[in-house]
């Protein structure tokens, strides 16, 4: 590791800590030629494996970007969706793997934004799956309330 003030190639570590939910380490370290400190912080890259073939960085940022344009004009706040990216990158980083197929990473956002909001849902949906006409709507939102009646013990029927 360079050092940042007078570009000597060498540092030693003098603390390292993890950080993020073990996510990054940061690292103190302390320059051997002009004796400055400064620290750095290492994470592991999480590849993005796009359907052109090209590979990129994961990026929270771009999730929640996405999220944003879905919920827009909904009641979802902005740390909802903070927590929401979390949510995502953290499921994608638990399956182990340096390169993830961006489709994948859609199918990880899915769950937590119908539980976020199913307008929505909807909405990432019909461009993610590529809804053709209204009748993908309406299946959707037919799973949609047979999940809802699922879970509350109704038949669902009398939902408006």
Same mark, same amino acid.
């Given at each position: 590791?360079?050092?940042?003030?007078?570009?000597?190639?060498?540092?030693?570590?003098?603390?390292s800590r993890s950080t993020d939910d073990g996510a990054a380490i940061r690292r103190r370290r302390a320059c051997p030629e002009c004796e400055r400190r400064f620290t750095t912080q290492e994470t592991v890259l999480l590849m993005v494996a796009k359907r052109s073939g090209v590979t990129e960085p994961?990026?929270?940022t771009k999730i929640i970007a996405?999220?944003? +344009?879905?919920c827009q004009g909904?009641?979802?706040? %902005?740390?909802? #969706? &903070?927590?929401l990216g979390q949510q995502v990158e953290e499921e994608?980083?638990? +399956?182990?793997?340096?390169e993830v197929p961006?489709? %994948?990473?859609? #199918? &990880?956002?899915l769950g937590p934004l119908r539980d976020l909001d199913e307008v929505a849902y909807l909405h990432f949906a019909s461009v993610y799956?590529?809804?053709?006409?209204?009748?993908?709507f309406e299946n959707e939102i037919a799973i949609l309330r047979a999940d809802r009646a699922k879970v509350?013990?109704?038949?669902g029927q009398s939902e408006s």
């Open positions: 590791m360079h050092c940042p003030f007078c570009r000597h190639p060498d540092s030693r570590v003098i603390d994961f990026s929270r996405g999220v944003r +344009r879905a909904r009641p979802v706040t %902005e740390d909802l #969706l &903070a927590k994608i980083r638990c +399956r182990g793997v340096a961006s489709h %994948e990473i859609g #199918l &990880a956002i799956r590529g809804f053709e006409s209204l009748m993908d509350n013990g109704t038949s």
